[in-house]
T-cell receptor
Framework: AQSVTQLDSHVSVSEGTPVLLRCNYS??????LFWYVQHPNKGLQLLLK??????LVKGINGFEAEFKKSETSFHLTKPSAHMSDAAEYFC????????????FGTGTKLQVIP | NAGVTQTPKFRVLKTGQSMTLLCAQD?????MYWYRQDPGMGLRLIHY???????AKGEVPDGYNVSRLKKQNFLLGLESAAPSQTSVYFC????????????FGAGTRLSVL
C-alpha cells in the first residue's frame, strides 16, 4: 500500500522569498517520487523525480527536492519565488519493482505575491 | 512534436448522453492512462493500458469504458453521462510502467447537466 500527503493545500509567498511545499509519503516498496506542476488550464508537467539515486534532486526552473527516508518526506523547495511559479504542485509516489500503481497527492496551490 | 493531444478540450453533456474522449500520443509510448481531476482530490486513475489491445481498471472505473485499438490512441467513453462525471479529464502516456515519467495532455473539461 502507498499514500502521499501534501501538508498544505495553499501556500502564499512574496516574490523573491523561498518556497517550501511539503510532501510526506508511505510505501511498502522502495518508492520513486515525483513533483509535477500544473499551470492554470494546462496539463501536468514533470518538475523533478527521485528514483533511488542522489537524495537531493534538482529539477527545472530552480526547484529541488530532498528525499529523507527517515522522515518519509520529499519536500519541494526553491530559493527565490518568481511570479511565473504560481501554479498547483502535485507530489506523486510510485512503487518501484514493476508494480504499476501511481498515487497523486491532493495538490498545493502556490500563490506568489508581487 | 505534439506529445499528448486530447480532443475535445471542452464539452457539455446532458444526463444520459454518451460521448468519447480521444487521446493521441506520438512518442511511441506503451503505457497510456486516463485520469479525472476534481477539486481537492488530486488525480484519480480511471483506466490504463499497458500496450495496444490491452486495458485495465484503475481506481475509479465505474461508468467509463476504454479502448486501445492502436498503440497511439486511447479512447475514453461515457455511455450514459451523469452529473457526478463532471470533471477535468487528463490523458497521460509513459514509455513503460511505474516509475517512469508520465506525459500529460492539456485536459478535457466536461460538464454534465
Amino acid at each position: 500500500a502507498q499514500s502521499v500527503t501534501q501538508l498544505d493545500s495553499h501556500v502564499s509567498v512574496s516574490e523573491g522569498t523561498p518556497v517550501l511545499l511539503r510532501c510526506n509519503y508511505s510505501s511498502s516498496y522502495s518508492p520513486s517520487l515525483f513533483w509535477y506542476v500544473q499551470h492554470p488550464n494546462k496539463g501536468l508537467q514533470l518538475l523533478l523525480k527521485y528514483t533511488s539515486a542522489a537524495t537531493l534532486v534538482k529539477g527545472i526552473n530552480g526547484f529541488e527536492a530532498e528525499f529523507k527516508k527517515s522522515e518519509t518526506s520529499f519536500h519541494l523547495t526553491k530559493p527565490s519565488a518568481h511570479m511565473s511559479d504560481a501554479a498547483e504542485y502535485f507530489c506523486v509516489v510510485s512503487a518501484s519493482g514493476g508494480y504499476q500503481k501511481v498515487t497523486f497527492g491532493t495538490g498545493t496551490k502556490l500563490q506568489v505575491i508581487p | 512534436n505534439a506529445g499528448v493531444t486530447q480532443t475535445p478540450k471542452f464539452r457539455v453533456l446532458k444526463t444520459g448522453q454518451s460521448m468519447t474522449l480521444l487521446c493521441a500520443q506520438d512518442m511511441n509510448h506503451e503505457y497510456m492512462y486516463w485520469y479525472r481531476q476534481d477539486p481537492g482530490m488530486g488525480l484519480r486513475l480511471i483506466h490504463y493500458s499497458v500496450g495496444e489491445g490491452t486495458t485495465a481498471k484503475g481506481e475509479v472505473p465505474d461508468g467509463y469504458n476504454v479502448s486501445r485499438l492502436k498503440k497511439q490512441n486511447f479512447l475514453l467513453g461515457l455511455e450514459s453521462a451523469a452529473p457526478s462525471q463532471t470533471s477535468v479529464y487528463f490523458c497521460a502516456s509513459s514509455y513503460s510502467g511505474a516509475p517512469n515519467i508520465q506525459y500529460f495532455g492539456a485536459g478535457t473539461r466536461l460538464s454534465v447537466l
